[in-house]
């Protein structure tokens, strides 16, 4: 039996879970203040608005290009369990448990590519190959 993951499906997966990072970072450049007091409201020193748009930015490119996959997807399946714990925990809300259900499933996904690594088009596909 072949375990291996077929390269096409894990670029899909890196593509759909890079996504709401890259697009999430980039967004709040549009709403600084909206997303620093946002942010504040929740709990979270407003001063880390900017490194969080840098994070989600960087490692979702990491994502994406395949670039140090398995350690970026450890460290954003952490990101989507806190953020999940500190944004979502209003279980009274429908909306918010979706969210934090949501988070969960991110993480799972995350923590999955963790396990499988990028595959093969990728840059961390390539350094073994080459």
């Not at 979702?60 to 398995?70: A, D, V």
């Not at 954003?76 to 259900?101: E, G, Y």
Request: net charge positive; with cysteine.
């Amino acid at each position: 039996m072949n375990h291996s993951s077929p390269p096409l499906a894990i670029v899909v997966a890196r593509v759909l879970l890079m996504l709401l990072f890259l697009v999430s970072g980039l967004g709040k450049l549009g709403n600084l203040a909206g997303t620093q007091s946002y942010m504040e409201t929740m709990g979270v020193p407003g001063i880390l608005l900017w490194p969080t748009i840098a994070f989600e930015i960087i490692t979702g490119l990491c994502i994406l290009l395949g670039f140090q996959t398995r350690l970026v997807a450890a460290v954003l399946a952490a990101f989507s369990l806190v953020t999940a714990f500190i944004f979502h925990h209003q279980f009274n809300d429908p909306t918010q448990q979706i969210m934090f259900l949501k988070n969960m499933g991110i993480a799972g996904g995350f923590i999955l590519l963790a396990c499988t690594g990028a595959g093969r088009y990728s840059i961390d596909g390539r350094r073994r190959r080459g």
